[in-house]
């Protein structure tokens, strides 16, 4: 049974949906990084990542790929669903305990307590940041969920070469995204690690 991801950022829009007044939630938003089970949660799970490694691997197609499309796209159709459930278990993971959004009336009292330091433009920058990282899991699910569609669809109703390129290209993208995605969490976590011993310094 296939996980469904529905995100839990505030500032996520998908196609058609532009009306919806998520711009009013955004600027209430606090955002809270625990750096540590983040990380931790990346670790503890290597099945994601060896399907993403196969999926990559998948296209690069070979001759013998495109000599017999139609059992290459069932491989494409059993990675891509096996990532859709892995990648939405990750996400929801990393939005319930590593990226945690206030409501807007904890985060008036936060903005409240908080020192003149804490204010300042590094902390903005690292809010831009989170609030970016979960915009992007729901953009990547949603990119995910179109290319498990469309390579049901080729399995379907018949798959040839030209087709199969096509949607090694459109992974390929999707790929180049995801590597995007995990760099800038990797960044996020590194700006938190240093904060966090820049203020054990202090102490």
Known sequence: MATVFTGSSSSSLTPGTESQP???CETAAYW????A???E???SNPHLWHEVHRLRTLCELETSDLEKPQATIREFVSCLDELRDLLALQFALEESYGLISADSVAAKRIAESMSISQQ???EEERQRMVRSVTDQHRCLYLQLIDLVEQAEELQYRGCEAKCLRMLAGS???FSGDLT???RLEAELI???????RAGGSQD
Request: aromatic content about 10%.
């Open 22 to 24: 998520y711009a009013q």
């Open 171 to 173: 992974i390929e993208r």
């Open 120 to 122: 300042s433009e590094a």
């Open 41 to 43: 949660i990346k670790d």
């Open 180 to 182: 995007a995605h995990e």
């Open 32 to 35: 809270f990084v625990n750096a």
């Open 37 to 39: 089970f983040l990380q």
């Open 190 to 196: 590194r700006m938190h690690d240093s904060r966090a």
